[in-house]
């Protein structure tokens, strides 16, 4: 129905359809592979466009020279009707291994021109990539700006996941900034030296947190809890001493999880315990491995922790003894109390989870 | 400062929806912490697969069980829009109020897909706000109780009905699969005893497995492909022997679309009862592929079912039979080996039929009888492919030495028999 840019009439003259791009291009393309394409097929039938050089289809915005090219190499393949699915199987999987940007840019175009075929091939390649990695790679991968605070990170699976282990991170929060403010007050240290002792505290809060409930997950956990621990143990010791034994208390309050060996806070909340920790224990799954709170707060997350470390001392108003006496009094209802971790078998049976 | 681009962010919604649903939906809430941009794009999926997978497992079957309920939960919870598709499928959560919850939250969001296959253990039994789901178009339930108010009106959107192992009054199914008028596909499986009357004018495919007393196809005019396991106990196999009219009819009278016919297990015996005329009224003119398993060779009556199947359908294309014989009965003389010199199958002609497959041949003489039958009467036949039975030991030399002497109508047809060394 198209007519060719030549006037003899050849049995096996093939026609042609004009495109443009926004970029300018102009090129003709044969007219069974251009109208594999419905957009372009809609508007062949129904405006006559196409048929020559002045009266090229223009193409939606999205679609630039070098994707309609890919574009057009895809239904060049698949509309020859005669292929297996096997050959087109193996066609699709070698198409779609581009670099990020142009897989992203050809799933835009492919929408443009509504070949729903080419879109769920990209979408699937562009899911591939998502599956199972870390949110760093991910970012990595599609260069996302790491735009959200901790807080905000924790906020939507805050919902998601089980309000104990989340209110057990908050409070923590507090508690250690607390326990940070009042260093500070105690000691002149130099503003680095502090610094680094705050970014450690928060460093081993948080794989604490993580690595503790997740004690029985894998050596990583424990490797780097382990090993905060020991940092921590040092300046704990030096400043620590002179609040009262509520303090210690909370030492093993905390290290409750890490330690076997301190398992004696309110013990009759055991078994309701090992329940809500062990729903504990998937929640992390959602929202940040260990790994990534650990490698995040190492780089660049400083001062913007140190930020929120500050707002959280200053908004902390409690005294910490009242507070510890309050966490433990609240046992079973508030099912918060953290300690029993160690002991329950229910965490030894947790071992081999997948961290996906 | 240079910076490199966003490369997904701002794809427009459809697509970031389409790779997200490509995602497990664990995965597909992390993406919530990637970047503000991200935050809540998973809440607006509109279509939801819940899964076993979606928590991690462990040994505390009620940890697992609790777990997976807080998920799909808060998920729903969180979830901004309409959801089309909801599916669940999970061995570890059971009947539950949770699931009650769900299915009343989803009513309210003009779900239009819904799958639930629970576990095992005490079944689910499906809430009225279920029935209130009016523009569903697809139902998938396994292990469920369903109990239709008498208020309900029927599905009218449904396309596509598939219940397995649900237990339902059995008038309530009959009402339930006439109520749904646009019905596409409708498979059952697993019902006991159930006698059944299928009246869908717009029913295409149709797959039913279980211990049917009775089917009646009564209004499928639109049927296209239907496959059947009948597992009979012996009960059923006395009802069968007191009915009246001929099965063959009653079940496949009403098909004149019918492109594809699976018949399983006692298929070929429960079409065989009844009192049967001479020859079939209709003809199957768009029947292309016939797969039919455990017909019993030494029962006449089953044989003529497969042969007058055979003869109307003169485009059929691809054929399988696979055979539940006696093979000590091989050596005897059959009765009743006079019908094959009857008018109707001596005129037939298949022109179209190109691939036959036989198996489980046991060479009793019906089935000798048939094959012959079959190379006699198929002039575009390419492959004939025959496997005996495995019971059968002593009698393959004599097969062969029939299968030999057989006339072939075809020039191309070539004989495969596969043979194993025992």
């Known amino acids: ?356 | 400062m240079d910076f490199e681009q966003d490369l997904i962010s701002d794809l427009p919604q459809s697509i970031i929806e389409t790779i997200l649903t490509k995602l497990p939906i664990k995965d597909a809430v992390r993406t919530s912490i990637l970047s503000s941009k991200w935050r809540y794009k998973w809440a607006t999926l509109t279509q939801l697969a819940f899964d076993d997978k979606c928590v991690t497992l462990c040994n505390d079957r009620a940890i697992v069980e609790n777990n997976l309920a807080n998920f799909i939960t808060r998920f729903l919870f969180l979830h901004d829009g309409p959801i089309h598709k909801f599916s669940l499928s999970t061995s570890y959560l059971q009947s539950s109020y949770d699931i009650v919850q769900w299915l009343l939250f989803l009513s309210r969001k003009d779900i239009k897909e819904l799958v639930l296959e629970l576990g095992e253990g005490e079944w689910f039994r499906a809430p009225s706000c279920l029935f209130s789901c009016k523009k569903l178009t697809r139902l998938e339930l396994v292990r469920c109780e369903l109990d239709p108010p008498p208020c309900f009106k029927g599905f009218f959107c449904l396309k596509y009905l598939n219940l397995q192992q649900v237990l339902i009054p059995p008038d309530d199914i009959e009402c339930l699969i006439a109520s749904c008028p646009l019905l596409e596909s409708l498979t059952l499986s697993y019902f006991d005893s159930l006698e059944l009357t299928v009246s869908a004018p717009n029913l295409k495919h149709l797959i039913l497995e279980g211990e049917f007393k009775d089917i009646c196809l009564v209004n499928t005019p639109l049927l296209v492909f239907i496959s059947v396991a009948m597992y009979m106990t012996d009960d059923i196999a006395e009802h069968f022997e007191q009915s009246s009219s001929y099965n063959f009819n009653k079940f496949l009278g009403g098909v004149p679309q019918l492109e594809r016919l699976v018949g399983h297990i006692y298929f070929t015996k429960y079409l065989s009862i009844g009192n049967h005329e001479g020859c079939i009224p209709i003809t199957y003119y768009q029947l292309k592929f016939v797969e039919l398993y455990q017909v019993s060779f030494d029962d006449m009556k089953e044989v003529l079912v497969v042969l007058q199947l055979i003869v109307n359908s003169p485009n059929l294309q691809e054929l399988q039979i696979s055979g539940f014989s006696n093979a000590s009965a091989a050596i005897q003389e059959a009765p009743d080996l006079d019908f094959w010199e009857k008018r109707c199958f001596i005129d037939c002609t298949l022109s179209r039929l190109k691939t036959i497959k036989m198996t489980d041949v046991s060479g009793v003489q019906h089935e000798m009888k048939l094959i012959k039958f079959l190379l006699e009467h198929s002039p575009s036949l390419e492959t004939m492919s025959i496997t005996p039975s495995l019971y059968l030991t002593e009698g393959r030399l004599n097969m062969l030495i029939d299968l030999v002497s057989f006339r072939r109508a075809s020039t191309q047809a070539s004989i495969i028999f596969i043979h194993e060394q025992v």
């Open chain 1, 1 to 356: 129905m198209s007519e060719g840019p030549m006037a003899v009439v050849k049995p096996q003259m093939k026609s042609f359809i004009w495109l443009q791009t926004t970029d300018g291009s102009i090129q003709q393309v044969e007219e069974d592979v251009a109208m594999f394409c419905p957009v372009i097929c809609q508007e062949v039938l129904q405006t006559g466009m196409g048929s020559a050089k002045n009266f090229a289809i223009s193409l939606p915005q999205r679609v630039n020279a070098a994707m309609l090219g890919l574009i057009l190499d895809y239904c060049r393949f698949h509309q020859v009707p005669g292929r297996s699915n096997k050959e087109r199987k193996t066609f699709d999987e070698k198409f779609v291994r581009l670099d990020t940007k142009k897989l992203c840019e050809l799933t835009s175009a492919a929408d443009s021109l509504q070949l729903r075929p080419l879109v769920d091939l990209t979408s699937r390649a562009l899911a591939r990539m998502i599956e199972g990695k870390t949110p760093e790679e991910i970012r990595e991968t599609f260069h996302l700006p790491d735009d959200l605070t901790e807080e905000e990170k924790l906020e939507p699976l805050r919902n998601i996941t089980d309000d104990p282990r989340i209110r057990l991170l908050n409070r923590l929060y507090a508690r250690k900034r607390k326990e940070l403010k009042e260093r500070q007050n105690l000691k002149n240290i130099e503003v680095e030296e502090e610094q680094h002792v705050d970014e450690r505290s928060v460093d081993d809060l948080l794989s604490f947190i993580n690595g503790g409930i997740g004690d029985s997950k894998g050596a990583r956990a424990s490797k780097n809890k382990r090993k905060n621990r020991r940092r921590k143990e040092q300046p704990r010791n030096s400043s620590l001493n002179n609040e009262n034994g509520d303090h210690k208390g909370s030492n093993n309050f905390s290290s409750g999880c890490i330690n076997s060996d301190s398992n004696n806070v309110a013990s009759p909340s055991k078994t309701s315990m090992s329940k809500d920790m062990a729903s504990v224990i998937f929640s992390p799954k959602l929202g940040f491995n260990e790994g990534d709170i650990d490698d995040e707060l190492d780089p660049a997350m400083k001062e913007q922790l140190d930020r929120e470390v500050e707002d959280f001392a200053r908004r902390l108003n409690s005294v910490w003894p009242e507070r510890m006496q309050e966490l433990l009094s609240f046992g079973q209802e508030r099912r918060l109390v953290p300690v029993t971790i160690n002991g329950s078998g229910s965490f030894k049976r947790c071992t081999g989870l997948d961290r996906g």
